[in-house]
């Protein structure tokens, strides 16, 4: 098969290639970021890079037309983006979706698209199953952004579908692992990491009682792959994700430990780091009942391997870090 990912070099994207890859499958990998974590493929005659961005329609059509599956996953991802630049994450996440499903009905392409637990927003109940409410603040607070711009793109999906698109919808839930970002940007576990391996103190946003639920990234591409091949997913959204649930303050914790490191745990209140833009989510936690019955796949990797691996592979990269 030929597989199409759009931001295809990204964490989650270069892992989906890889494994696409050892299948025998072809990948295209379509990204206009750094190809740091797709260089090993270069000289793979069954991986394809295109380095382009997801609103070049003509080059989104031309790719979609030569793929049999498209896994749409270029957006632009990180708590940094969605406070400092709404405009870039709006415009990506929704008119790059666009025009990814727009080619996929053109030419009757199955898609798997990419979205978050984040459309969840901050609905007190948990766990969240793919049918239940989502809890958002104003539009004042950016911080909704990306929220609601995986769940126009969730729309455009259902929209494409009711026309007849063979579509799955995928939401992660705090996917991690080796090539998660840089240290010291984007998520938490890199962000702890990185003050981690400095011995530098780990600052905790808030009291760190907040909850989240950690899934190392091999599970989550295991269900990932299966989204797109399986016929009972078209049409259905599906949690990814791990639902033991960690208060972020046993993260900042446990990066401690298991990195040897002698940092401290430092709590800042949300306002000093992200100003008024920001709003927390106190818990997020997933139903995976849909993903063990639909997709057949259960997070297995426990928090201390998947940190212990993740660590392993930051660590050379210490003496770089806060670059
Ligand atoms: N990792 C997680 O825990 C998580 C959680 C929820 C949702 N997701 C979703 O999964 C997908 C992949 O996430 P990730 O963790 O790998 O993030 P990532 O930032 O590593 O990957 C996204 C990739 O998209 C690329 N990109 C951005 N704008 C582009 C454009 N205009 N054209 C082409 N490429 C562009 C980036 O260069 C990057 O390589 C995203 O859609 C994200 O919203 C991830």
């Not at 049409?235 to 940092?263: M, Q």
């Amino acid at each position: 098969m030929k597989i199409l990912i759009t931001g295809g070099a990204g964490f989650l994207g270069s892992h989906l290639g890889d494994t696409f890859l050892a299948r025998g499958d072809q990948v295209i990998c379509m990204d206009l970021g750094s190809i740091a974590k797709v260089q090993h493929n270069f000289n793979n005659p069954n991986f394809v890079y295109v380095r382009d961005s997801v609103l070049n329609d003509a080059m989104v059509d031309s790719l979609v037309s030569q793929a049999d599956v498209v896994y749409h996953m270029a957006a632009v991802v990180g708590v940094e983006f969605y406070v400092d630049d709404p405009y870039n994450v709006l415009n990506i996440n929704i008119n790059g979706t666009q025009t990814v499903l727009r080619a996929a009905y053109k030419y009757g392409k199955r898609v798997v698209f990419t979205s978050t637990s984040e459309v969840y927003g901050r609905n007190p109940k948990v766990p969240w199953a793919e049918d239940d409410d989502r809890v958002l603040g104003s539009t004042r607070i950016d911080r909704w952004c990306y929220s609601t711009s995986k769940a126009a793109g969730e729309h455009f999906c259902f929209g494409y579908h009711k026309m007849g698109l063979p579509v799955t919808v995928v939401r992660y839930f705090n996917v991690y692992g080796p090539r998660l970002d840089a240290l010291d940007r984007g998520r938490v576990i890199t962000i702890f990491l990185g003050q981690a391996l400095r011995d530098d103190p780990i600052t905790v946003v808030g009291d760190g009682m907040q909850t989240r639920c950690f899934t190392y990234v091999t599970d989550a591409i295991k269900a990932t792959v299966e989204a797109g091949l399986r016929d009972e997913a078209i049409g259905e959204i599906c949690n990814i994700g791990n639902d033991l649930e960690i208060p972020i303050k046993d993260i900042a914790e446990a990066v401690v430990r298991l990195s040897g490191s002698k940092s401290e745990i430092h709590y800042v209140p949300q306002e000093q780091i992200y100003g008024n833009s920001y709003e927390d989510v106190p818990r997020r936690v997933p139903d995976v009942t849909k993903m063990h019955r639909l997709l057949g796949v259960s997070a297995d990797v426990t928090l201390e391997e998947g940190l212990k691996a993740t660590i392993d592979y930051f660590k050379p990269a210490k003496s770089s870090a806060g670059e």
